[in-house]
């Protein structure tokens, strides 16, 4: 159902349209612990099956949607278990990576939802993001658009409308929104994901400014496709790509694989992560630019307190 928004565009909500349609249940047999090697391939524990991470999206987005009652070809202790009958046995400890998944993109918009008024109040340092956002702007012809995705309350609109470009913004949080509209500065506000946005050379340039550590890995292809897709030839992309220490990456795998939850290694869901973090590799994410066509123009590591943000100015090669 979509619902139409103030400024006359529609809605799309992402649970009606989520790109796990087209995700096959190799993909996800995948995420039983499977580690991930520096080419992007994928080591499945103890079958030590090793697969293309990339052709495996490739593959998926070419089959129709699978039938989640094929147990059969289903690896590790947290598959979902399926009935002679063929129905799903409801879960207990045991659930399936689609469904928690599902559950954590549930909980960050809630959690973004439920913040939204109040999050202003407590800012970050923002400044390598206002020097990116700068560079961006400067790639931009004069009175160029931009899209901003997601958005969240508009923390960069005035920056854009200074240059003298405007702006369009998207959130899948409609709390967030809410708060970016109060700035009457966007020309159009939609209530979208990043993994369902069907822009089409539409926009000289793209900002996704910490929000892409909010992102399942298996929806990065898509979601760059999307943003890469929205850009006009030779437009960038300024993306962020949050870091952390091997070590609480560890701690929360070991933690989310104890209590039998599908994780996969970078994942986190505890500790002020909006209820889901991934913390990709840097050599997956050069596989996911590469795959996409995107190659770094520029690039800085800000290094924060036990944290980091990997800023990349992005374009098509
Ligand atoms: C930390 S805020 C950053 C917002 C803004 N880019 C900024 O820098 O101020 C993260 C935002 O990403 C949004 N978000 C997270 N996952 C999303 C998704 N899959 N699709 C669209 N928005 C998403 C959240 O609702 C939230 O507004």
Redesign the pocket.
Same mark, same amino acid.
């Given at each position: 159902m979509s619902q139409v928004l103030s400024d006359g565009s529609q809605s799309r909500p992402?649970h009606a349209q989520s790109q796990w349609s087209q995700c096959s249940q190799e993909q996800l047999a995948d995420a039983d612990g499977g580690r991930r090697t520096l080419a992007g391939n994928v080591v499945v524990g103890s079958i030590g099956r090793s697969c293309s991470f990339a052709s495996m999206m490739a593959r998926a987005s070419r089959q129709p949607p699978a039938s989640w009652a094929c147990d059969a070809e289903l690896r590790g202790p947290w598959r979902s278990v399926t009935r002679p009958s063929g129905r799903h046995r409801m879960r207990d400890s045991i659930v399936d990576r689609r469904t928690w998944l599902e559950e954590r993109?549930a909980a960050?918009?809630a959690a973004? =939802?439920a913040e939204?008024s109040t999050?202003a109040d407590d800012p970050y340092p923002?400044e390598v993001?206002h020097r990116f956002v700068a560079r961006l702007l400067d790639t931009c012809p004069p009175g160029g658009i931009v899209l =901003?995705?997601?958005? $969240? *309350? $508009?923390?960069?609109f005035p920056l854009v409308a200074a240059s003298g470009r405007s702006v369009v913004g998207? =959130?899948?949080?409609a $709390?967030?929104l809410e708060q970016a509209r109060a700035r009457s500065i966007a020309v159009s506000l939609q209530h979208? $994901?990043?993994?369902?946005l069907a822009f089409d050379r539409e926009f000289d340039a793209v900002? *996704? /400014? =910490?929000?892409m550590e909010? /992102?399942f890995p298996e929806?990065w292809p898509v979601?760059l496709g999307n943003l890469h897709r929205a850009l006009r030839p030779g437009g960038h992309l300024y993306l *962020?790509v949050e870091e952390t220490g091997e070590a609480a990456i560890a701690d929360a795998f070991a933690a989310l694989s104890a209590r039998g939850l599908p994780a996969v290694r970078g994942e986190v869901i505890e500790g002020d992560v909006?209820g889901y973090h991934f913390y990709p590799g840097r050599e997956q994410v050069f596989g996911w630019l590469e795959a996409e066509g995107l190659r770094i123009a520029e690039e800085e590591t800000e290094a924060l307190d036990g944290w980091a943000y990997w800023h990349l100015l992005l374009r098509s090669r």
């Open positions: 992402w993109r960050v918009q973004y =939802d939204a999050y923002v993001q =901003d995705a997601p958005c $969240g *309350t $508009g923390l960069y998207i =959130d899948q949080s $709390g967030m979208v $994901g990043l993994q369902e900002m *996704t /400014v =910490d929000a909010n /992102v929806d979601v *962020t909006a």
